[in-house]
């Protein structure tokens, strides 16, 4: 096994990693301030995927596709927040699982009727094609971009979070709902926003998703359940665990490929348990 | 008056814990709410806020009815609620905590905090959760004049306090009666009750049980006697 290969894999689990981080980072801000599981949030994310696949194609704007898929996950998960979870804010958790299961199926079955049950593929846009070189060895260029792009928008949503006075507004938000709205802030409008920025992540992961592994409808399935591992993983309760996770999973996901390749999705759930028997509240979790 | 609450019944789930409150804060007024732990103190400063909105009786600010509406609207209405738990922003900043939500119309501003509490502003940077109990305190305090209420709801303010605290929150309320603020106080400590309020609420069982002015009831302390038991004196 050459070094080339070693860091090839690297990187490739560095890309895998980063969409893994903004599908979790966008479920632990939702579970964070709203404490709603969202299972709906695979099927935002083949939303992203699909509507990305559709401009790219018909448009033949891959430029396009990225903000559009953004958009349109963002617009359904404010539908999603406005109409349906939030009659079930304080209900049991049970309900609130029912709920977003159910919608997460209509969804799925929507993109059934609209684009049918056939798998596609795109190819990226001519200026992300082919390969740089790293020295070592050759790297695919679109992964460079979907990395960069990952860590562009998470270093962004850091910066608003951390620094500014709607960030303030939000964390102050992830620990104590009802104070918040004790001082005059309108804590339902947060909730919407943090929802629309999850969706919106989903969608944004499912996009860039697409010219690594096409379109299918059961991509949103697969992808929820390795966003709930990094989760737990990563620490719930704490929104920056999942991003550190999220680059571990990947990471994880694809050198075990090289030597093991058949076992490379077993090992995810290895390390969650394993990590969960030794440091049950996650990688960064407090308490 | 500026607040009027007439004939609560508030209950947590199928607990009824306050059987029908009546009490009222007049402009610039302070007013004590006192009794026994679980009396219903806290559970009133609830109801007023909209946290635990009442089931049935009505709740006045400013001749408007808020009963029912969501806190946040209450909260704008010029209400604000210091709780007993305090609930510091422990991930924010001492300056971010007080400044979470600020109204520019505000009569105090941050200067006024640093100048009420110079401690605090020697840690404004440190996290709300590495604070002392006392600098949490004045931190929530402050937290909730910034958004510049006509009514501060004050829940057990000198609880667990040094006595020293206790003396710099009280000089602080006492400078803020110069202001036209009105404050509903709930005080465990009768001392300061007396030495700040204008009336006193004696609370028991969710029910007023007594209500008098302080000269009165320090002119005879005994009459608190049959609902505080010996902590009165
Ligand atoms: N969240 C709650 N759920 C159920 N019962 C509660 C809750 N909070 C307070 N109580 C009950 O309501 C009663 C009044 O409590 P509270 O208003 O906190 O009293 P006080 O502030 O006077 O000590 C007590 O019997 C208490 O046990
Ligand atoms: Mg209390």
Same mark, same amino acid.
């Given at each position: 096994?050459?070094?080339?290969?070693?860091?090839?894999?690297?990187?490739?689990?560095?890309?895998?990693?980063?969409?893994?981080?903004?599908?979790?980072?966008?479920?632990?801000?939702?579970?964070?301030?709203?404490?709603?599981?969202?299972?709906?949030?695979?099927?935002?994310?083949?939303?992203?995927?699909?509507?990305?696949?559709?401009?790219?194609?018909?448009?033949?704007?891959?430029?396009?596709?990225?903000?559009?898929?953004?958009?349109?996950?963002?617009?359904?998960?404010?539908?999603?927040?406005?109409?349906?979870?939030?009659?079930?804010?304080?209900?049991?958790?049970?309900?609130?699982?029912?709920?977003?299961?159910?919608?997460?199926?209509?969804?799925?079955?929507?993109?059934?009727?609209?684009?049918?049950?056939?798998?596609?593929?795109?190819?990226?846009?001519?200026?992300?094609?082919?390969?740089?070189?790293?020295?070592?060895?050759?790297?695919?260029?679109?992964?460079?971009?979907?990395?960069?792009?990952?860590?562009?928008?998470?270093?962004?949503?850091?910066?608003?979070?951390?620094?500014?006075?709607?960030?303030?507004?939000?964390?102050?938000?992830?620990?104590?709902?009802?104070?918040?709205?004790?001082?005059?802030?309108?804590?339902?409008?947060?909730?919407?926003?943090?929802?629309?920025?999850?969706?919106?992540?989903?969608?944004?992961?499912?996009?860039?998703?697409?010219?690594?592994?096409?379109?299918?409808?059961?991509?949103?399935?697969?992808?929820?359940?390795?966003?709930?591992?990094?989760?737990?993983?990563?620490?719930?309760?704490?929104?920056?665990?999942?991003?550190?996770?999220?680059?571990?999973?990947?990471?994880?996901?694809?050198?075990?490929?090289?030597?093991?390749?058949?076992?490379?999705?077993?090992?995810?759930?290895?390390?969650?348990?394993?990590?969960?028997?030794?440091?049950?509240?996650?990688?960064?979790?407090?308490? | 008056?500026?607040?009027?609450?007439?004939?609560?019944?508030?209950?947590?789930?199928?607990?009824?814990?306050?059987?029908?409150?009546?009490?009222?804060?007049?402009?610039?007024?302070?007013?004590?709410?006192?009794?026994?732990?679980?009396?219903?103190?806290?559970?009133?400063?609830?109801?007023?806020?909209?946290?635990?909105?009442?089931?049935?009786?009505?709740?006045?600010?400013?001749?408007?009815?808020?009963?029912?509406?969501?806190?946040?609207?209450?909260?704008?209405?010029?209400?604000?609620?210091?709780?007993?738990?305090?609930?510091?922003?422990?991930?924010?900043?001492?300056?971010?905590?007080?400044?979470?939500?600020?109204?520019?119309?505000?009569?105090?501003?941050?200067?006024?905090?640093?100048?009420?509490?110079?401690?605090?502003?020697?840690?404004?940077?440190?996290?709300?959760?590495?604070?002392?109990?006392?600098?949490?305190?004045?931190?929530?305090?402050?937290?909730? @004049?910034?958004?510049?209420?006509?009514?501060? =709801? !004050?829940? *057990?303010? /000198?609880? +667990?306090? #040094?006595?020293?605290?206790?003396?710099?929150?009280?000089?602080?309320?006492?400078? @803020?009666?110069?202001?036209?603020?009105?404050? =509903? !106080?709930? *005080?465990? /400590?009768? +001392?300061? #009750?007396?030495?700040?309020?204008?009336?006193?609420?004696?609370?028991?069982?969710?029910?007023?049980?007594?209500?008098?002015?302080?000269?009165?009831?320090?002119?005879?302390?005994?009459?608190?006697?049959?609902?505080?038991?010996?902590?009165?004196?």
């Amino acid at each position: 096994m050459t070094t080339g290969l070693i860091i090839v894999q690297l990187m490739n689990g560095i890309a895998l990693g980063a969409l893994y981080a903004l599908m979790a980072f966008g479920l632990s801000i939702i579970k964070g301030l709203l404490n709603i599981p969202n299972f709906a949030h695979g099927a935002l994310y083949l939303i992203g995927a699909y509507v990305a696949f559709e401009v790219s194609s018909s448009l033949d704007s891959f430029w396009l596709g990225l903000p559009a898929a953004v958009l349109a996950s963002a617009a359904v998960g404010v539908v999603i927040e406005r109409f349906g979870v939030r009659r079930l804010y304080g209900s049991a958790y049970l309900f609130q699982l029912l709920l977003l299961f159910g919608i997460a199926l209509v969804l799925e079955q929507c993109v059934i009727l609209i684009w049918g049950t056939l798998g596609q593929s795109l190819t990226p846009p001519g200026i992300l094609m082919g390969a740089v070189d790293l020295g070592v060895s050759l790297f695919p260029k679109y992964l460079l971009f979907t990395t960069l792009v990952s860590f562009l928008v998470i270093v962004g949503i850091w910066f608003v979070i951390e620094k500014t006075h709607f960030g303030a507004v939000i964390r102050a938000g992830l620990e104590r709902r009802e104070m918040v709205s004790a001082l005059g802030i309108n804590i339902e409008l947060l909730f919407t926003l943090a929802f629309a920025m999850g969706a919106g992540l989903a969608g944004l992961a499912g996009a860039l998703a697409v010219p690594l592994v096409g379109v299918s409808n059961t991509m949103g399935t697969d992808m929820l359940a390795i966003a709930f591992v990094v989760v737990v993983l990563g620490g719930l309760g704490s929104i920056y665990g999942a991003i550190a996770a999220g680059l571990l999973v990947g990471i994880v996901q694809s050198m075990s490929a090289l030597w093991v390749p058949s076992a490379s999705t077993v090992l995810i759930y290895a390390m969650m348990i394993l990590i969960i028997a030794f440091r049950p509240q996650g990688l960064l979790g407090e308490r | 008056m500026l607040l009027t609450v007439e004939d609560i019944q508030t209950y947590y789930g199928n607990s009824h814990v306050l059987h029908g409150v009546d009490l009222e804060v007049g402009a610039g007024e302070v007013v004590a709410l006192v009794g026994r732990n679980g009396a219903g103190k806290t559970t009133t400063l609830r109801s007023i806020m909209g946290l635990t909105p009442p089931r049935s009786g009505s709740v006045r600010f400013k001749d408007q009815a808020i009963a029912g509406e969501k806190p946040h609207r209450i909260a704008r209405r010029g209400i604000a609620y210091v709780p007993e738990s305090r609930e510091p922003f422990s991930l924010l900043t001492v300056e971010e905590n007080l400044t979470i939500a600020t109204n520019p119309r505000s009569p105090w501003q941050l200067d006024q905090v640093w100048q009420w509490f110079p401690a605090l502003k020697e840690i404004r940077d440190r996290k709300g959760g590495h604070l002392s109990g006392g600098q949490q305190q004045m931190m929530v305090i402050g937290r909730g @004049l910034l958004t510049g209420p006509e009514l501060l =709801l !004050l829940d *057990e303010p /000198s609880q +667990g306090l #040094a006595p020293v605290i206790v003396e710099t929150v009280v000089e602080m309320l006492k400078d @803020l009666r110069k202001s036209n603020l009105s404050v =509903l !106080l709930v *005080e465990q /400590s009768i +001392g300061v #009750a007396l030495d700040l309020a204008d009336r006193i609420y004696v609370l028991n069982e969710g029910r007023v049980a007594l209500h008098a002015r302080s000269e009165e009831i320090r002119e005879d302390p005994s009459r608190l006697d049959a609902y505080l038991g010996l902590s009165a004196t």
